[in-house]
């Protein structure tokens, strides 16, 4: 409260003294006072003191951006995220020079043509070749970086892609087993986009080892002029090490690893994240937000469902709470302890029982309708559901494995933030917004980053001058939206780790149905 009382009051004294010098400058001229005549030697000195200014100006922002870099990112860690980076590098070589150049001519023209008594004033009133090249060359310009943003920003977002290719150089065999050291190249569609990526190599033949329900199959495409590969080969490996082993066999150096897109759910709620893993099948099971239980009214149940999501057993569980309640709602009702009540809280519980039953006609609606779900499919619809994995914390993602965010929100608007992924959404009450990325760098390998260790080192050297823990390089998930007065603890971590620290974890984890098993409701 005082801090609002002192805004005000700051406020109020600089719309007085606004109006102090206006109720002066009117005075005057009622007075027939002149302006004072400004003289040669103050007029001198105000030019220069504008190009001193100028120059310590520029000094300040080429110094900002030395010590702190060009936007103080860090290292992207993502496939995306370079493709970001670049862009963002090619705003500042555009912005940084147009920059200094428009700022340097302004205070350059203010010294230039300072007020002299014997000059001559001369007016140009307009120029059409001027006028032309200043607005035909900045529309290109930015007409230009509106098709790149565009590109990048349909590319992160476009949900078609299946695969993700790595690029693997010099094999080593070590004891039976394959070394190989690699780095992430591009993002493509299809097998088929993937396979024309790699024309550039040697020979007319190529090589794909594509991960297809836990079996590693190697496919050998073959060039069919410019644009097309032929399937001629597939064999079909129990392991990733053994397939490696039949490529070092064949005398193969490089090749192409396609891993396809995990599904990844996030929910955000003020203020926290829910995280949902797609199970073995890679699939997200049903949900509705009709299906969503914040509390029990009073029963004994402690299961709820806080994500809507659609099993026979969710959709049994709020019928019966809704038939509960209702029960309860009419039997009070009717009871002699009715008569204690007010007629107001009266017609609140009436209110309230008409209103679940209305409820659940509609959500037997949408089952039956909307979702299509019934007898028949029902199987099914468990099944894509059972083996969703959900948790609140800590969110885990695997190095070098391609993922698709979908987002929803139960409140109000937020924003997933990435920053270290160079990726954003907001997530919208009543829609489903996504993006997706892959991490190409786990936390451990971003923690021994040389940029990352100087910077953490100058961070932590300013919070125990003042008595506060020391941090840790994370990756993290922010709310970028001020969605609330708690806001600013809408984060979590994001841990990337290979694949097997990944499937240790997980191994830890319950899925959706395990937590209908352990409430003893399947």
């Known amino acids: 409260m005082g801090k609002v009382l002192l805004i005000v009051v700051l406020v109020l004294l600089v719309l007085a003294v606004a109006q102090m010098m206006r109720v002066y400058e009117l005075s005057s001229k009622v007075r027939g006072r002149k302006e004072p005549t400004i003289t040669r030697r103050e007029n001198n000195m105000n030019a220069v003191l504008m190009l001193v200014f100028c120059i310590a100006f520029f000094g300040f922002v080429i110094w900002q951006m030395v ?12 496939i995306h995220g370079e493709a970001t980076d670049w862009l963002i590098g090619l705003n500042f070589g555009i912005i940084i020079p147009v920059f200094f150049l428009c700022n ?31 607005t035909v060359a900045p529309a290109i310009v930015l007409a230009i970086i509106i098709v790149l943003g565009l590109r990048t920003w349909n590319d992160i977002t476009d949900m078609s892609g299946d695969y993700v290719v790595h690029e693997h150089t010099g094999l080593v065999v070590n004891d039976g087993k394959v070394e190989s050291n690699f780095e992430f190249k591009a993002a493509y569609q299809t097998v088929e986009e993937a396979g024309v990526g790699l024309s550039n190599l040697s020979g007319s033949s190529k090589l794909v080892l594509v991960e297809k329900g836990g079996e590693w199959v190697l496919q050998t495409y073959e060039m069919d002029g410019e644009s097309a590969l032929i399937i001629t080969e597939q064999k079909k490996f129990n392991s990733r090490n053994s397939a490696l082993l039949s490529l070092v066999d064949e005398e193969v150096s490089m090749f192409t690893e396609l891993k396809e897109q995990k599904l990844i759910e996030i929910y955000s709620k003020q203020f926290d994240w829910t995280t949902r893993y797609a199970g073995k099948d890679n699939a997200l099971g049903d949900a509705n937000f009709k299906l969503i239980d914040y509390n029990s009214w009073g029963d004994t149940n402690t299961f709820l469902n806080p994500l809507g999501l659609i099993s026979s057993e969710t959709i049994e569980l709020h019928f019966n709470r809704i038939d509960a309640r209702v029960s309860y709602l009419n039997e009070f009702l009717g009871s002699a302890e009715a008569a204690f009540e007010t007629d107001e809280k009266l017609a609140e519980m009436t209110e309230e029982m008409e209103r ?40 885990h993602l695997v190095v070098g494995q391609p993922y698709q965010f979908q987002f929803k929100s139960q409140d109000v608007i937020h924003s997933a933030y990435f920053p270290h992924f160079r990726a954003q959404m907001n997530c919208v009450p009543g829609m489903a917004t996504q993006i997706k990325f892959t991490p190409t760098m786990t936390t451990k390998e971003f923690r021994e980053h040389p940029d990352v260790i ?45 694949q097997e620290e990944y499937e240790a974890w997980m191994a830890d984890q319950k899925t959706f149905e395990q937590q209908l098993q352990a409430s003893n409701l399947k």
């Open 67 to 78: 010590a702190y870099g060009m936007g103080g990112k860090g290292p992207s860690v993502s």
């Open 356 to 395: 679940l039953k209305r409820k659940k006609m509609r959500v037997q609606s949408t089952i039956a309708n909307d979702m299509g779900l019934n007898a028949m499919n029902q199987s099914e619809v468990n099944s894509r559901v059972y083996d969703d994995v959900i948790l609140k914390g800590d969110i």
């Open 454 to 498: 100087a910077k953490y080192e100058a961070i932590n050297k300013a919070r125990e001058k003042v008595g506060k823990p020391l941090v840790e390089a994370s990756f993290l998930l922010l709310c970028n939206k001020i969605c609330g007065l708690s806001h600013s603890n809408m984060w979590v971590n994001v841990i990337v780790e290979t």
């Open 104 to 134: 340097a001519l302004l205070f350059y023209f203010a010294f230039k043509f300072a007020y002299k008594k014997d000059r001559d004033v001369y007016y140009l009133t307009h120029n059409n070749k001027l006028e032309m090249m200043w």
